[in-house]
Nanobody, 118 residues
Framework: VQLQASGGGVVQAGGNLSLSCVAS????????MAWFRQGLSSEREFVAA?????????VYSDSVEGRLTISRDNAKNTLYLQMNSLKPEDAALYYC???????????WGQGTLVTVSS
């Protein structure tokens, strides 16, 4: 599976940004998909996920819930992350992943960089 993320950029604190991730394969609708991120001086952390294998359960990290929204368009093999009310601590390289199950990525995309200026 190949994953191609895009949409990163520079935004002021309080602004919005939308990320996309196009996945290869014929069965995207059955993929468990997630977003992770890694800041300059931090480890990779979980951001949000949609688990087809668990009745399309949606999970967010506490730090982004209420501001970031994960969604998907199965007809376009595309995963999205709508990011609102961005904070400087949201600045990171954002990766989309295809997961085996909760918090267990099997495939990683190349990442797209989000910079938030204060």
């Amino acid at each position: 599976v190949q994953l191609q993320a895009s949409g990163g950029g520079v935004v002021q604190a309080g602004g919005n940004l939308s990320l996309s991730c196009v996945a290869s394969g014929r069965n995207f609708a059955t993929y468990n998909m997630a977003w992770f991120r890694q800041g300059l001086s931090s480890e990779r952390e979980f951001v949000a996920a949609m688990y087809w294998s668990d009745d399309d359960t949606v999970v967010y990290s506490d730090s982004v819930e209420g501001r970031l929204t994960i969604s998907r368009d199965n007809a376009k093999n595309t995963l999205y992350l709508q990011m609102n009310s961005l904070k400087p601590e949201d600045a990171a390289l954002y990766y989309c992943t295809k997961d085996r199950y909760y918090y267990t990525p099997a495939y990683w995309g190349q990442g797209t960089l989000v910079t938030v200026s204060s």
